[in-house]
């Protein structure tokens, strides 16, 4: 094994990284496969309370005006 190059031993590394992912995503696929809708965590509900703003069609005329596309 001495006489391997350096590039030889990234390659092998860098092929290893590649299995390993591949295997890391393969493992998430079966995980959301086998698990079902009703049981996936959601990122945040949104409550009826909170604030969302949208911008009015004013604001948007005001904003293509100063900044033309």
Known sequence: MAGRGSQTFQ???KEQQ???KQQE???????????PL???PLSEPLSEDS???FPSTMDRMEEEQYNPA
């Open 11 to 13: 390659k092998r590394q």
């Open 18 to 20: 590649r299995r390993e």
């Open 25 to 35: 995503k393969m493992a998430k696929r079966l995980t959301r496969k086998h698990t």
């Open 38 to 40: 009703n049981e996936q």
């Open 51 to 53: 604030d969302l703003e």
